[in-house]
């Protein structure tokens, strides 16, 4: 079936879309990845594998060329790795299901086949590795299956580290030096996102190959666990890397950030990280979320069972969707791009953000 990322999929209402942004004119020959992402379908039911005609209109219609979306469950549950492989098999019956719209990614010419076949790409990633444990075989079972990013901590302790929220803050394991060291051995890009701030540390320390923290925000902007301090952002350039900023509410302390903050997170990486390792990670699904009572009401349920789980980070709450607003729009590449290249910054360098600098380590990384 169509597994549903959260609630970004909730609601199959009419959404109020605001009229489409008139992009750069070099936009629409655009290669447009997002590092972090989810497939959804709002108008479709639940146990479909087939996407509406609807959400493939949709889809087509957001610029975007490849997204990456997330194994889950994520956290110390119990058959984890049973129940992450369900969610692939969910998800392989869905690719089956829309040979005309979808492409799985594997490698970096995957990228760049689906874009000119005008199909979406849809390229696995984790983003914990709770699943693998101290079971280090795993890693290459995964990579056999598609997956091609491996994230080393949610927001919670797992056996390789501390994720954002712990307050022990701690170091590495041991196991988790292996880990890093097998994903690697694997070709498999090394992402810290989520993770607490000495596992970043360490494990950018760690890192022998091009790392990424594919979503996060800037924390010396402001100072929030999920966000990355400017010191690990130059690592992770120094080391040939990319920083993916998202379009979430901890980028401002009152959680209403807009297409305005999102942009200023994007500026300052740009300086501390120079412009090839900067990139878009909005960990939002592609199809805008329609606010709706349904909305609500699956958030007010997704943040109880986040808080129950114990990973609900600061800034979430029963009143907050884990989105931009402004940015929620069918167009919000083209709209972001605009917004951009208003304040003068060049094809060249948008370029890079919006998709060849994730092409471009993706295909250091995985090599080919």
């Known amino acids: 079936m169509l597994t549903r990322r959260t609630l970004l999929a909730a609601g199959a209402a009419t959404l109020a879309v605001p009229a489409l ?24 039911p639940e146990d479909q594998t087939r996407l509406s005609d609807r959400a493939i209109a949709e889809l087509r219609k957001t610029g975007l060329s490849t997204m990456r ?4 469950p994520v956290g110390n549950q119990p058959d984890i790795w049973e129940k992450v492989n369900g969610f692939m098999d ?13 492409v799985k990614i594997k490698t970096a010419a995957d990228i760049e086949a689906a874009k000119k076949a005008g199909k979406l790409g849809i390229l696995y990633g984790t983003q914990d590795t709770a699943m693998i444990g101290s079971d280090l075989d795993r890693v290459g079972k995964l990579k056999e299956r598609g997956v091609r990013c491996v994230q080393l901590t949610y927001n919670l302790r797992n056996l ?15 196991l988790a030096k292996a880990t890093i060291e097998r994903i690697e051995a694997e070709k498999m890009l090394f992402d810290l996102s989520h993770g607490g701030a000495n596992t970043i540390r360490e494990g950018l320390a760690q890192a022998k190959r091009p790392p990424s923290i594919s979503h996060t925000g800037c924390r010396d902007l402001h100072d929030h666990p999920r966000n990355a301090f400017d010191a690990d952002m ?19 302390p009152n959680g209403k950030a807009t297409a305005a903050d999102v942009i200023t997170h994007i500026e300052h990486a740009w300086k501390v990280c120079g412009e090839d390792h900067v990139a878009i990670g909005t960990d939002n699904g592609p199809i805008p979320t329609p606010i709706t009572d349904d909305t609500w009401k699956r958030a007010r349920e997704e943040y109880e069972y986040r808080s129950k789980m114990g990973f609900a980070a600061p800034g979430e709450g029963p009143d907050v969707l884990p989105l931009v607003l402004e940015l929620n729009r069918l167009d919000r590449f083209p709209y972001l791009a605009s917004l951009l290249a208003a304040r003068g910054h060049g094809q060249a360098k948008l370029e890079k953000l919006f998709g060849t600098n994730w092409l471009r380590l993706y295909r250091d990384v995985w090599g080919g």
């Open 234 to 252: 130059k690592t992770v350039a120094d080391k040939g890397g990319v920083v993916g900023i998202y379009f979430m509410p901890f980028l401002v």
């Open 90 to 102: 969910d998800h392989d019956s869905v690719f089956a299901a829309n040979p005309d719209v979808l």
């Open 69 to 72: 979306t997330t194994l889950v």
């Open 21 to 44: 942004a008139k992009p750069p004119g070099w936009f629409a020959n655009a290669l447009v990845i997002d590092g972090l992402s989810g497939l959804s379908d709002p108008y479709g």
């Open 160 to 174: 390789s580290g501390d994720g954002s929220l712990e307050p022990a803050n701690a170091s590495l394991s041991r």
